[in-house]
């Protein structure tokens, strides 16, 4: 196992013949862009809360104003940040790799902002709205209706379109995760505390299929295993350096 703040250069030789590579995203990715990650303690007005206590169905059916202005000033948030040069590098990634796909358990948007195209989003994207009861996405509502506004269709409570604790996550999505996890020469773990199921069991299923593993993350995960690579520092340093320096064209 190796740990460490430099790029080993076997794991450059392996990235740079690797046929198919999967990442997996969380928060700590978008940490350079400004947004909050689920470990930061929650700032301002949002400070009296934690995340895993407002992303529940249960929140949302005791306080859906709560609940609802909690994604609107995180929707904001994400609005007013930009991708940071790890989003960047893991487009340069996709470039020049045959097959790429991308698992992102963010729902900020800031990958496909980035311009990523081969996206899997786990949890959902702050960007969709949909009805809580019909679970269509609704792209138009009269913010007269109040706070959650109204379903135009049915009159329900308009809801964010993510994943909350206690949620099964989209099947297709987490199919095509599980396939994009168990086909591929390298999977990479960026930026996640490695807490969350299902998403936090990808690393391993990678490493049973026979991929190569890089965990890269700024703390220690409690992934930790010999035969895989641990990269500790900044995703927004480590990616673009990595990329630099297995594909010295970029
Ligand atoms: C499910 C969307 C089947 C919403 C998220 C009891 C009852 C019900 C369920 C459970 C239960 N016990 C366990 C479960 C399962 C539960 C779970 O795992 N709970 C945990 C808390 C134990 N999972 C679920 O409920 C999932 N559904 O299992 O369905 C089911 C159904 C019913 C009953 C049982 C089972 C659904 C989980 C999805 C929840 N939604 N997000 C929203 O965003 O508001 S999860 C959310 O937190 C994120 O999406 C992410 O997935 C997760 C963890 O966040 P991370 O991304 O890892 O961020 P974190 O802050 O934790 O870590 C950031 C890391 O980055 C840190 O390590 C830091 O060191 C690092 N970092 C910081 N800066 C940088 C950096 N790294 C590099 N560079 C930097 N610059």
Redesign the pocket.
């Known amino acids: 196992m190796t740990s460490s703040t430099t790029i080993p250069h076997e794991l450059i030789q392996v990235l740079r013949t690797a046929q198919a590579v999967t990442v997996l995203t969380?928060?700590?990715?978008s940490?350079?862009s400004g947004l909050p990650?689920?470990?930061?303690a929650m700032t301002g007005l949002w400070s009296a809360y934690r995340?895993?206590d407002l992303?529940t169905p249960a929140a949302f059916q005791r306080q859906p104003r709560l609940v609802w202005e909690w994604y609107a000033w995180r929707r904001s948030l994400a609005a007013q940040s930009h991708p940071n040069p790890?989003h960047h590098a893991l487009v340069a990634m996709e470039q020049h790799v045959p097959a790429f796909m991308l698992v992102t358990?963010?729902?900020d948007n800031l990958h496909q902002r980035a311009g990523s195209r081969n996206v899997i989003e786990l949890?959902?994207n702050l960007e969709r709205v949909t009805c809580s009861v019909e679970h269509v996405v609704i792209e138009q509502w009269d913010a007269q209706t109040g706070v959650p506004p109204a379903c135009p269709r049915c009159g329900s409570f308009l809801r964010p379109d993510?994943?909350?604790?206690?949620?099964?996550?989209p099947a297709l999505a987490f199919e095509q995760a599980i396939a994009a996890t168990t086909h591929c020469d390298l999977f990479f773990s960026?930026?996640?505390?490695?807490?969350?199921?299902?998403?936090?069991s990808l690393p391993r299923l990678a490493a049973q299929a026979g991929a190569a593993v890089v965990i890269?993350?700024?703390?220690v995960?409690p992934y930790q295993r010999d035969g895989i690579f641990h990269l500790h520092g900044?995703?927004?340093t480590l990616l673009p350096d990595l990329v630099r320096r297995t594909w010295p064209d970029v």
């Open positions: 969380g928060a700590g990715v940490a350079e990650t689920f470990r930061d995340p895993e992303a790890a358990q963010n729902v949890h959902g993510v994943v909350w604790f206690g949620e099964t996550l960026i930026g996640t505390s490695g807490v969350v199921e299902p998403a936090a890269l993350n700024l703390d995960t900044p995703a927004g």
